[in-house]
């Protein structure tokens, strides 16, 4: 049975008070001819209509017979492109058959799109109609979605609603959220939805990989997160896909059942039920422009420059202007467009902790409208995690949401579907509490980039690649097709690409090697490709290039942490690869093979911090290099007490007990006693004299630990020689 499975120069500021001023003279300037600005282009308009004669705008659009053109106001300039009279159910033989199908006539594009939904039933016809920015440039994706990888799932901030239906609510400007898709889907949500749950279909539901059910949901959300008010839907179109399920469609939140109409199996009830889908046709291209939620990475001056570029396609479009809001501080700029209806403008923006409003209005005789609207714009630092599981970390024990910010980002889905990945071209906030969802950074990933933003006062993105469980040659390129989505290594680059972020990108995390069942060799050989990958590819606009750091596992394969050549390894790449080392063995919140909040991730993204801070910030150094030693020798010819120099003369405090985890290899010596000494030196005790040691060796397991001024301990080593007195 096919149903959904449960569970944005020359700018200046200007206060607020002087916007209304800056209203008035946009206003004038659209009703009267403007003096000094070029004259008309002569010639026909570069496919701005589709109407035979180009030299003047079609006509307005007739009014249909829809309930939604009878009774909404905002209507104006909509133009009606596709009707679908919905099925009771979907017949996989027959397709879905439009009423009426006009799409050329927005074929040289559209500013705003819209939806009517009528349902008429025993008691009458209930209608809704709303309209916003298009999520789309292609009109024949702009009703029920049948293809794979027709996916939206999209934050929306200028969502107009109106609806004889009680109790929804209505108006301009709203925030809502698009759930359009033709897969199955279930209730666990990605945490972009404030006041969406988990276990119930709303507004934030979670994508399945396989077609056969279908969602084409409207919602009204809460402006900010997180927030407790519930979504509440505007129209629901479900079951499209399926083959035998009947549609199940509403208007409003259902009263009963699941809030978002999920299978409701309604459709019957209703002798009429019509989707209208309209379009208001652009006069002008904007090639160039931010994105919502969109971070631009900080440059050397601290901020970013945001360029809105492109083209009025109508002769009509006498001026372009730009308005940016932050806060209580607005620039306003207008530029009369070009011979050939080119306009440009390049706003700077700080990196500091503030969101940017862009606000794109033409002016000219009969044009005059708010062509664009992005919002949430901010400018910041981007990082990458990749790695198994223990760099997806998900919630095992403890909730990290605390650390979510609206100035902690991501981009595109850490999916390992192919289709789900190069479908999701959103910027989103970054998450915590889901994985593989959008904006899925795991839990210590949000902490680092939650201590980084809050100290630096700086925004972060963090866009996680890492997939459970494996092995470290599923992670490499593909040199024939770097993008190749169906490689994780495509999936990730094309996620970089697509966020105009790939030579920004600061740092990069690696956290990998269970899987490699203590492989040392295979996985050295995959680490070391997969970073010459990298440091040709990411990073490269960054002065001195991207840093790279990688996590030293707990155990390999999982739940091994006797030491073993793998973990060794990874300690010796601070020399042999030049990254830097992160520790896991004074973490004290394990969870088998992963670890809980407190005690872990926490600590672990506390680290992560440090390391960045230290790099990146030139914050503070002592205490922050995990302890890695450089050699050991004994001290007195019996061999009764073994010294060992560590890398960094930072103070480590030495627990009680701390000699467990050190084993003298080749000798039934143990050690007894651990001492810190200045300098950076580790003196050992040992129970007798050690005759035949080969080595020293430390695992940094069951501790008690030695540990630096953040909380990282000593990394695990093994084989270390150990010179004589």
């Known amino acids: 049975m096919s ?88 017949d996989p033989k027959r397709p879905l058959a439009l009423s009426f199908d006009r799409a050329g006539v927005v074929a040289g594009g559209f500013d705003r799109i819209g939806y009517c939904l009528e349902l008429t039933g025993p008691t009458g016809t209930q209608w809704v109609w709303t309209a916003m920015s298009p999520f789309t440039a292609d009109a024949r994706r702009l009703g029920l979605p049948t293809r794979a990888g027709q996916i939206v799932r999209q934050r ?77 839907t505007v129209l629901a179109v479900n079951g499209f896909t399926s083959d035998v399920q009947p549609l199940s469609v509403g208007i409003g939140t259902a009263p009963t059942g699941q809030p978002d109409w999920t299978a409701a199996g309604n459709a019957g009830t209703y002798t009429q039920r019509r989707l209208t889908v309209y379009a ?12 919502d939620r969109q971070l631009y990475p900080r440059d050397a001056a601290g901020g970013a420059a945001v360029p809105v570029a492109g083209k009025a396609t109508d002769p009509r479009v006498k001026a372009v202007r730009l308005k940016v809001v932050s806060g209580a ?36 005789d009969g044009v005059a409208r708010r062509a664009a609207l992005w919002e949430g714009v901010v400018s910041g630092d981007v990082y990458v995690i990749q790695g198994q599981s223990n760099a997806v970390a998900a919630s095992y024990r403890g909730s990290s949401i605390g650390e979510e910010s609206p100035y902690v980002r991501s981009f595109g889905s850490a999916s390992g579907d192919r289709i789900l990945s190069g479908a999701d071209r959103t910027w989103n906030y970054a998450v915590s509490g889901a994985i593989r969802q959008p904006g899925s950074v795991g839990q210590w990933g949000i902490r680092a980039a939650h201590r980084l933003m809050d100290t630096y006062q700086v925004p972060v993105a963090v866009i996680n690649g890492a997939e459970n469980g494996r092995v470290v040659s599923f992670f490499r390129r593909n040199d024939a097709n770097p993008g190749d989505l169906r490689t994780n290594y495509g999936r990730l680059r094309q996620r970089l690409i697509a966020a105009n972020v790939i030579g920004e990108v600061r740092g990069v995390f690696w956290y990998q090697g269970e899987a490699d069942n203590n ?9 070391t490709a997969l970073l010459s990958d990298w440091r040709r590819e990411v990073g490269f606009r960054v002065d001195g290039g991207a840093r790279y750091y990688v996590v030293q596992v707990g ?56 390391v960045l801070a230290r790099d990146i910030h030139r914050g503070p150094s002592e205490g922050v290099s995990a302890p890695n030693p450089r050699s050991a020798a004994f001290t007195d010819a019996r061999r009764t007490q073994v010294v060992v120099q560590l890398r960094s003369v930072d103070p480590l405090t030495v627990r009680a007990g701390a000699g467990t985890d050190f ?15 200045e300098g950076g030196r580790l003196v050992l005790s040992l129970s007798r004299p050690a005759d035949g040691a080969t080595g020293l060796s430390y695992r940094g397991d069951a501790g008690p630990w030695c540990v630096n001024a953040t909380g990282a301990g000593l990394l695990a080593f093994k084989g270390l020689p150990i010179a004589a007195a």
Not at 347 to 356: D, G, N, S
């Open 3 to 90: 149903r959904p499975h449960p569970p944005w120069a020359r700018l200046r500021s200007v206060p607020r008070p002087a916007w209304i001023g800056f209203g008035v003279v946009a206003l004038i300037l659209a009703a009267v001819p403007v003096l000094g600005w070029s004259p008309s282009r002569t010639g026909s308009p570069d496919a701005a209509w589709s109407a035979a004669d180009a030299d003047t705008p079609p006509p307005v659009a007739p009014i249909d017979g829809t309930s939604c053109a009878a009774n909404a106001h905002g209507m104006a300039g909509f133009t009606p492109v596709s009707a679908l009279d919905l099925p009771e159910r979907n």
């Open 156 to 232: 929306i901030a200028d969502l107009e609603v109106a609806t004889n239906a009680p109790g929804l609510a209505t108006g301009t400007g709203l925030t809502g959220y698009l759930e359009m898709w033709p897969n199955k889907y279930g209730p666990v949500n990605s945490g972009q939805v404030p006041g969406a749950t988990a276990d119930r279909f709303d507004a934030d539901d979670d994508v399945y990989s396989s077609i056969g059910y279908g969602s084409f949901q409207v919602h009204t959300v809460a402006a900010t997160r997180p927030a407790t008010a519930a979504p509440q």
């Open 280 to 291: 208001r046709a652009s006069v002008l291209t904007v090639g160039q422009h931010p994105r």
């Open 329 to 364: 501080d607005a620039w306003d700029e207008t530029v009369p467009v070009g011979a050939g209806g080119e306009f440009a403008f390049r706003q700077r923006i700080t990196a500091a902790l503030r969101e940017y409003r862009f606000e794109l209005h033409v002016l000219g």
């Open 519 to 527: 492989d040392a060799a295979r996985h050295v050989t995959g680490f």
């Open 555 to 610: 155990g390999s394969p999982c739940g091994d942490t006797s030491g073993g050549p793998l973990r060794e390894a990874q300690r010796r790449m601070a020399d042999t690869l030049k990254v830097t080392l992160l520790s896991t063995s004074a973490l004290t919140g394990r969870e088998a093979c992963h670890f809980a909040w407190e005690g872990g991730y926490r600590e672990l993204g506390d680290q992560a911090f440090a």
């Open 663 to 677: 084993t003298i290899d080749g000798s039934t010596a143990t050690v007894t006693g651990v001492e810190y000494r």
